[in-house]
C-alpha cells in the first residue's frame, strides 16, 4: 500500500504521442502507455461491476488512441478524455501508483 504522499502527483504530462508521465510526491516517476490506460479503463461501460469482468474488447480500441484532456478530480483522481470519444473513466491516483508499481515487477 502507498502512503498519501507518494500517491499524489506532483506531475502529469503527455510524454510524446502514446505515453503519459507522472511524477509523484515522494519522486518517483511512472510512465503509461496510453493505450494500455484506455484499456484498464475502471468505469462500468469498461468493467462489469459486479464481477470484474473486463467488457472492453481491446480490438476495439485504436492503437493510436491518446489523451485529448486530463483533468484533475479533486485530490484523488484524474479523469481522462480519450480520442476514441470515451470519457467516463475515473483513475484514482492509488490506482495509477500500483498500476506502476505492479508494472516496475514485472
Given at each position: 500500500?502507498?502512503?498519501?504522499?507518494?500517491?499524489?502527483?506532483?506531475?502529469?504530462?503527455?510524454?510524446?504521442?502514446?505515453?503519459?508521465?507522472?511524477?509523484?510526491?515522494?519522486?518517483?516517476?511512472?510512465?503509461?502507455?496510453?493505450?494500455?490506460?484506455r484499456l484498464a479503463c475502471p468505469c462500468a461501460s469498461c468493467?462489469?461491476?459486479m464481477t470484474g469482468r473486463r467488457r472492453l474488447d481491446p480490438?476495439?480500441?485504436?492503437?493510436?488512441?491518446?489523451?485529448?484532456?486530463?483533468?484533475?478530480?479533486?485530490?484523488?483522481a484524474l479523469k481522462i478524455v480519450w480520442s476514441d470519444g470515451?470519457?467516463?473513466?475515473?483513475?484514482?491516483?492509488?490506482?495509477?501508483?500500483?498500476?506502476?508499481?505492479?508494472?516496475?515487477?514485472?
Open positions: 500500500m502507498t502512503s498519501d504522499a507518494s500517491a499524489t502527483p506532483r506531475e502529469v504530462r503527455q510524454d510524446g504521442p502514446s505515453a503519459l508521465s507522472i511524477t509523484w510526491g515522494d519522486g518517483v516517476a511512472s510512465r503509461f502507455d496510453v493505450r494500455e490506460l468493467v462489469e461491476e480490438a476495439s480500441v485504436r492503437p493510436d488512441v491518446r489523451p485529448v484532456r486530463i483533468t484533475s478530480m479533486g485530490n484523488y470515451h470519457d467516463t473513466g475515473i483513475y484514482s491516483f492509488d490506482r495509477l501508483r500500483r498500476m506502476a508499481e505492479d508494472d516496475a515487477k514485472g
